[in-house]
C-alpha cells in the first residue's frame, strides 16, 4: 500500500510498502503488516514523521497515481 503525505511546510512524501499507520506519542509511525489490517509484535516499522509535521495522510490506491 501507499500513502501519500503533506506536511506544514509544503513538502509531500510517498511512503511505500507500508500497510497501516498509527500515532506513538509525538509520532506518526508506518508499519509493514504483511497485509494484515491491524498492527502488531510483527508489524515492522517503515518511517516514522513527528506528527506535528504533517498537515494529511493520505492512503493512495494502487492503480491510482499520487498527486505531485
Same mark, same amino acid.
Given at each position: ?11 509531500a ?27 502488531d509484535?510483527?508489524? &515492522? ?10 498537515? &494529511? ?10 498527486? &505531485?
Open positions: 500500500m501507499t500513502f501519500e503525505l503533506s506536511f506544514v511546510d509544503g513538502r512524501e510517498i511512503i511505500s510498502g507500508a500497510d497501516n499507520y498509527e500515532q506513538e506519542g509525538p509520532m506518526t509511525t508506518f508499519f509493514e503488516s504483511d497485509g494484515r489490517k491491524y498492527v509484535y510483527w508489524s &515492522s516499522r517503515v518511517a516514522s514523521f513527528r506528527t506535528t509535521d504533517l498537515a &494529511s495522510v493520505r492512503r493512495v490506491a494502487k492503480d491510482a497515481t499520487p498527486l &505531485s
